[in-house]
C-alpha cells in the first residue's frame, strides 16, 4: 500500500527552528508537496519539491531525498502564527497526491 | 476576489436527507476536486474531474455525486445521508492534474448529520 508518515505533533518554542519529517512510500514519485492548515481553515500550499535538495522560501525550506523516501519542511525563526497543522502529500505514477495525517505544530512563547 | 467559493459553510440535518454542496473556482483552473477530512485529519480525495475525465475514488459509496455544469463549477450531491458522512468537505483546483500546480482550496463545509 501507499502511505505517508509524519509526526502527529511537535512542540516548539518562538524564535527557534523546528524540522518536521515526512517518509513517503508510494508507487512512484511525481513530486512532494507541503501545505499548511490553521485550525478550521482550509490547506495552503508552502513548497513543492521534485528534484533532491533544498528549496528555500524565506521562513520556510523544504528537502528531498527520493532514494531514501524523505522530506522535511525546516521552519526558521518560528512566530506564534506558525502554529497550525503541517501536511506532506506525494503525487504517485497516477499523478493522484496521497496525503499524510499532518503533523500538529503547537509554539510556546 | 475569492479564488475557490463553496457553500455553504456549515450543513446540519438529519439522517436520510439529500443535500447538495456548491463549489466554484475563478481562476481558470481545468481541474477541480472534492475532497473529505475526517475527525483525524487525513484528506482523502473522493473525486477529480476536468473537462475530459472523471475520476472517482472507488471507497467513494456511490451515495455521493459529483455534478459540474461547466469548467468553473463542481457540486457535491449527497443522497441519504448517513452519521458517518459528517466531516469536513473542501472543493479544490488546480490547473491540471499532471503538473506540478498545487492545490487552491475552498474555505470547506462543515457538515454535521444527526
Known amino acids: 500500500g501507499q502511505n505517508i508518515d509524519q509526526p502527529t505533533e511537535m512542540t516548539a518554542t518562538e524564535g527557534a527552528i523546528v524540522q518536521i519529517n515526512c517518509t513517503y512510500q508510494?508507487?512512484?514519485?511525481?513530486?512532494l508537496f507541503w501545505y499548511q492548515q490553521h485550525a478550521g481553515e482550509a490547506p495552503t500550499f508552502l513548497s513543492y519539491n521534485v528534484l533532491d535538495g533544498l528549496e528555500e522560501k524565506g521562513r520556510f525550506s523544504s528537502f528531498l531525498s527520493r532514494s531514501k523516501g524523505y522530506s522535511y519542511l525546516l521552519l526558521k525563526e518560528l512566530q506564534m502564527k506558525d502554529s497550525a497543522s503541517y501536511l506532506c502529500a506525494v503525487k504517485d505514477s497516477n499523478y493522484q497526491l496521497i496525503w499524510g495525517a499532518g503533523t500538529k505544530l503547537i509554539i510556546k512563547p | 476576489d475569492t479564488a475557490v467559493s463553496q457553500t455553504p459553510k456549515y450543513l446540519v440535518t438529519q439522517m436520510g436527507n439529500d443535500k447538495s454542496i456548491k463549489c466554484e473556482q475563478n481562476l481558470g483552473h481545468d481541474t477541480m476536486y472534492w475532497y473529505k477530512q475526517d475527525s483525524k485529519k487525513f484528506l482523502k480525495i473522493m473525486f477529480s474531474y476536468n473537462n475530459k475525465e472523471l475520476i472517482i475514488n472507488e471507497t467513494v459509496p456511490n451515495r455521493f455525486s459529483p455534478k459540474s455544469p461547466d469548467k468553473a463549477h463542481l457540486n457535491l450531491h449527497i443522497n441519504s445521508l448517513e452519521l458517518g458522512d459528517s466531516a469536513v468537505y473542501f472543493c479544490a483546483s488546480s490547473q491540471g492534474d499532471r503538473e506540478a500546480g498545487e492545490l487552491f482550496f475552498g474555505e470547506g463545509s462543515r457538515l454535521t448529520v444527526l
Open positions: 508510494t508507487s512512484g514519485f511525481n513530486g
